[in-house]
Each structure stands twice: as structure tokens, then as C-alpha cells.
DNA sequence: CACTAAGCGAGACGGTACGTCAAGTCTTGCA
DNA sequence: TGCAAGACTTGACGTACCGTCTCGCTTAGTG
């Protein structure tokens, strides 16, 4: 955990219980997404985790930093990307587990509420990126460098572009995801995963003669 | 105002003053923007307008809500699509709209903040979407109604496939902005906005390539 | 109250209950009798009076201001000097009244508390004596003055001895039977008030004789 | 000290430190003076004292127990009553000796709070008694026996009315004194002392003129 | 022109959550 | 076993904001 003391220095005292952070995580994740983000309080936190709010205090600065964590633990747990053997199913399959996480309550509600308060404070931002935006993009830099050993993707000519292409890339894929589940209320099915594939793949005039070739059916909507 | 009452039941008793609502609409720009989401507070608004607290709920529901017409009345104020008679170029001008309104503090701060409470309430949901989003789709869709009349786009097979399209398209275009600006936290300046114009348009394998036959100079950054 | 506001300016806006006032204070004496002093919390007193913890702060800066002016408020229903047409039996009814209140379980176990807060806190302090102390001392003035005009005191030759005179008996009066009742911890009853009476009347020297004289009976006991 | 442990039972384990027991107590004086009663928290103590706070625990039942004791080693090493040689003299000394205590800010600010804690604590009572009471009234007893052997004052008929008179002239002396100083809040000099003498020597009717005949300076004030 | 039905500013009100603090207990490791 | 360090539970603290209310006043139309 982020927070997690240096132990460079023999600490002295009582230590602090890590059932109890794993406790805190829990009840957070679990009061998220019964509550939601503005309903969620530090009182209820520490009630449901069975410990005293002043444990809450001790070890997370306030309710965002708690919540970050909270978050963080869950992309921790479903994050993964099966090597499909193929770009397309790559990206697929990358889109599909972003949007699994965006169908979890806890993470739909709170997700951009962090993101909002992240405007104003420099230091949720980072922990955001670290413990966040970061796992998510290794995943779609794994996806990429796959398809170049694969040769689907040209290798990049340069250091400076390659990460220039991976930001670029990331923000399209998240953004859009988080966009359509998010900002749209839309369901991220198998269906809207292969048109967001294709465009993708293929560019905004490949989009509409794709789409004719291979007429969907009502099997393909998740 | 999407609260306006009706005006069927020909309302009696002194009218609501309109140079009230013009105060607190500006008043919650201006504190959105120095206070942020979660330092804004209604008696804050109400002291800024020079308005009591009552006539703000008499307005609106509560924070929510006021909010999301203070955001709107920016978005209506800024959104719009020169003719620039290219479909890249109309692209480049789609983002730069969108990113533009993303480097105001006040929907910086607040449009994230909106779009998390409304996850637990349909009602903003719906008022987010009246008043924000549809004002962004259509500028979109004015964009590819004009690619489709210059032959830069071929016309939709059908309607659904058309309104598919245009909804994955236009989570594509502001989900991706909205990522960049709020999450990764990065400029969106011109360079930026033409590669995500070459990547929307050619897809992902005509992305590296393309980029290195036309290096950019540094002139070309915001 | 001490605490009212002036009523020169027009006071605009809703105005305060006066039952609320009354119903706390009520609300204070009664917990002070039940808890005692550092049982005693702003949240019970709310909660008993039917009020908001707001309420009370809004109202009163804290703990200390709200009990004594609770306390000012049975000082104020009880002291009296019913005139008996004697120095001695004037004196005695003092010490009765005074003991009288210190029976009550509110002021026994916070009367030495606010004296206690105000050694480190001169707002409270003056407070104190304008509530309280003055109110006992108006007593004491009033007895000598009885006094004198019945001719068993002579008349002060000048008003600073006389303030000074007054001062000191006050203090011996007053710090006597708190003495007696809050530390030594002994009733205050007719024997004792009668014998302190001599004492004050005849100093020292007299005391044993005296006494001697004119021995009590069971009934003489309160 | 009454808290110190039975040595009958001979003590196993590591016996604990005396020099940590006259550290908390000088710590908690110390703290006392400058922090006052409610300012006074255990974990000061500890830190002041270089102690942990469970040594605090082990030693006294809480923080009523430890003032008591802290300001029982103040009386013991201040009070004490030179034999001036006259009755008048000996009852200055006295009033000299409290008002002393109660000019030391621990004292001051701890004396009548733990007085009022006392008033719903029988235990605590009982010890402030033994601790702090007793050794005053000590005094008084001294001065009294002193007075009788010089035939200054009568020898008591009987024990019962010797203590009656002795608990009354205490209360009188004690009370006055703390009132005076305390509640008052007027400095206890060598002017008011002499007056206070003189009115308990000679009563009520003599105080005035007395004090005309002999008028005081400017000097005379501490 | 008076009546009447709102609107309005000021501020009290009952609530709820905040983040802090103190009391007193418990846990660890060292002496 | 004593002790230092410090984590822990409990619960009060005082503040801030919420959304509602009460009050005295103003401002249109309507009768």
C-alpha cells in the first residue's frame, strides 16, 4: 500500500494491524457501492470495519486518499490481459476488462469523483497515476508490444515516440470506454467491443463498410 | 432554462427575477473555479450573487442541479464547429472545441464531479445529458453530415447503424479528450489533436508511420 | 440572559426562540444534577432540550458560558433576604440561603468547576461575578445595611472602608459555608449556621463560652 | 504517597523506579501551572515526565488521583506554622501559609477543580482529605492549641465541641481565604490579612471602628 | 386602489459529517 | 516483571454545510 511506513528506521511501539487495513479496504469497496460517493462517510467506514475512525485517520490522510486505495485495490485483482494470440482480440479483450471494472458499482461511482477532486490536489493526482492509471496502461503497453513481436504493428522508430503513440493510444481506449459506460450509460458489450476494435483497427472510413460485411446477431450482445 | 416552469398556468404573484438567475449562474462559475467542486458550498453561491439561500432552492434542487446548468450555460456559450472544409480539419476543430472548454477550472472541477453523483441519480443523469452532452453530439454529427456531403465519408447503410456509429464516434472523440485532459493530465494542443485526428482517420497501423514521414517542429505545440 | 442581543438595530431575519433558551437551560441544570460536571456534554444538554447541537453554540461559546448562566438562573429563583429584624437571625438566613443552594446537585458539583475554568480565563471570570458572585454579595450589603439602620452596626465612616468591609465579610460569609458544604463535606443546618452566626458576631473569644451557655437540642438540627 | 504499594507481600519482578514518581509529580505540577486543569492531559505528563503512559496507569487510577497527589507534595513542603507569639500574629501566619498555596498556579487552577470532581467521587473525596485537608486544618489545630497553652484563648469544655469549634474555625479560615483569592480574585497582602484577624478576634461590631483608628498606607499592601 | 399571491433577504433551526483530541487499554520488544 | 513506544477503542469536541423554516418586506398583476 502506498501509504506503507519506511522501515529503514526499527520501528518501536505497536504495529499496526494489517487485518485492519485489509478490513478498512473491504468495508470501503463494500460501503462505495452501497452508498455511493457522496453517501460514503468516514463513520460508516470504520463502523462496517469494526475499528475506531481514528484508525482511518492514522493511516489515510481523508475519505479521497482512502478511497483511491480502495480503488486501487480492486484494479489490482481483476486487471490481467490473456495473450489471445491476435491484435484485434487483444484489444478486445483489453476493453473488456476495463469495462468489467466499470460495471463494478464501487468503481463507477467513485472512479470520477477522485478524478474531480484529483483537479485540485496535486498529491491525489499522483496517487491516482500510480496507483491507478498506471496499471491500466501497462496493459495496453503489454497489448502493443505483443502485437510487435507478432508484426501486426510496426515497431516504433524512436523512444520518444513510442511513448508519444502508447499516451496517445491509452487515452482512446480508456477514455472511450469510460466515456461510453460512464458519460453514455451504455452497455461495453462484445458487439460495441469489435466496432470499437475495428475502429481502432482500421481508421473512421473503414468503420461503416466493416459493419455491412458482417451483420451482427442478437448471440453477439453480451 | 431547463427549470423554467411551465407557463400554462398563468402564473400569479411577483415574478422571479431574471438578473437573479444570471447572478448565481455566474456566481457558481466563479466559485466552481476558485473553490472547486467540493469547496463550493450553496451559501457561498448565494453570497456571491447577493441572493439569499432560499431563492437558490427555489431555483434549483440543490447543488447538483445548479451545476449542471451553470456547466451547461459554458458549453452553450463556447460550443461550435467552424466549417473548415475537411474532414480532418473539422476533426482537429471538434477537439480543439472540446478541449478548449476542458481548460476552464470551472468544468474542470465540476464536470467529472457532476457526472459521479449522477451514477446514483437518473434525474441528473437525463438533465446532464440534455443540457451537456447532446449539445457535443451534435456537433459531431454535424461533422460527419458534412464529411458524407463532400464524399469524405459514404453515407450510412441504414438509420440504426447510423446512430450506432455516431455514438461510438462520439465517445471515441470526448472520452479521449476528457481522458487526456483530466486523467493523464496533458495539454491537449495542436500536435496532439492531429495525431489523434491521423489515428481516428487511418487507424492504428497507419499511426507510427504517418507520424514519421512529417516530423513536427516545435512551433507546432500550443 | 447576558448573552441578548441589543435591540437598537432592527433585527432582521428569524428570531430566536425563547423557549429553545429556556428549555436548555432547564436542560443544563438537570443534566449537571444527573452526570455532574465532567459527565456533562453539549450533545446531552441538546438532546434533552430538543435542540441542535448548533443551537446551543450559536448561542452560548461553550460549555463553561452555558452552566453559568444556568447556574446565574437558579441563583436567581432562590436568593432572597427575608427581613427577620435581627442582625444575628439576618445573618443566619444568609447562611441558610446560601447553603440552600449549595445543596442542589447542580451547583454543588459545578460551582467549583467554573471557578476552577475562570482562574486561566478572565471572560468567564467576569462573567461569574456578574451572574453569580455579585448576586450573593447584593445580599450580604443588604443585611448590613438592615443592620445599621437598626443601629446594631455603626454607620461606615467612608465609603471605601465601607466597600472594603463588605468585600471581606462577603468573603468570609460566602467562602465559609462553600467550605463547609462542597469541602469539608458537612451539612449546613441550623446548629452550625447558629454557631458560625456567634463566631461572626463575637469573634474568637466568645466562641466557647457561648456555646457553652446555651446548649442544643436534638430540634435545633435541620 | 497513599497510592504506594503494600511491602508486605515481597514484591517480584523489576521494582519500579522512585525517581519516575517524583518526575511525573513534577511534571504534572509543572503542566498544571502552565496548561491548567482542563489543559492537563495524561500524554503531557508521560512526555514531560520521560515516562510512558502506561507507567502513569499503573501508578494512579487516572488523572483526578494523580493532581490530588501532585498537590498534596505542594501543601507538604509549604505549609508549616512558625510560632510568632500571639494569637493575632499566629492567625496572620495561617492565612499567610493558604494564601501562599493559592497564589502558586497549580494550585490555583487544580485545587477547585478536583474539589468539584470530588463532589460525585466519594474515593476521591476521601483522598483529598487525607492528602490536602487534613494537613491545612493541622495548622489550625497548632495555632488554636498554641493559643490555649498561652491562655489566649479558653480551653475547650469538652472533645465534641473542641472539634466542632476547631471544624468551624477551619472552614471559617480555609473558606474565607480561598474565596478570597479565588473567587474574589483580590490579593490575600499583609492589609487584608490584618483586617480578616481582627474580625475574627473581635467580630462584626468591632471591625469598623478599629480599622478607622488605625488607617493604613500605602506600604502596608504586599 | 386595494388585495393578493408570490418573490425575496436575513438568519434561526434540526441535522449530519467532518477531522481532532483525550482517556484509558492493549501489544510488542527490550532491559 | 517493569518499562517505552505507540496502536487501539471510545466518545466528546467545535465547525461547516445541508435543506427547511419563519419573519418582515417588496413587487407585480387582478378585481
Known sequence: MSHAPFRDAPRTGRPRSAA?????????????AELGWSGLTMAEVA???????????RRW????????????AVFE?????????????????VVRSFAALLELPEIRTALM???????????????????IVDRQKALVLL?????????????????????RNADLIFDVIAGTVVHRALVSNEP??????????RLLLTGLTG????????????????
Open 113 to 131: 469523483a477522485v478524478v474531480a477532486e484529483a483537479t485540485r490536489d496535486p498529491a491525489l493526482r499522483a496517487r491516482i497515476r500510480d496507483a
Open 188 to 197: 461495453v458489450d462484445g458487439a460495441w467491443a469489435a466496432d470499437f476494435a
Open 20 to 32: 485492519a487495513d485489509r478490513a478498512i479496504v473491504a468495508a470501503t469497496r463494500q460501503a462505495l
Open 61 to 72: 490522510p481523508g475519505k479521497n486518499e482512502l478511497v483511491v486505495d480502495s480503488l486501487a
Open 207 to 222: 468503420l461503416t463498410g466493416v459493419t455491412g460485411l458482417a451483420p451482427r446477431t442478437a448471440t453477439d450482445r453480451r
Open 143 to 163: 497489448g502493443r508490444s505483443r502485437a510487435q513481436a507478432r508484426g501486426e504493428l510496426p515497431p516504433e522508430p524512436d523512444p520518444e515516440t513510442a511513448a
Open 77 to 93: 485483482e481483476h486487471l490481467e490481459l490473456p495473450d489471445s494470440g491476435g491484435l484485434a482480440a487483444d484489444l478486445a479483450g
Open 47 to 57: 463502523t462496517r470495519a469494526k475499528v475506531a475512525k481514528t484508525t482511518l485517520y
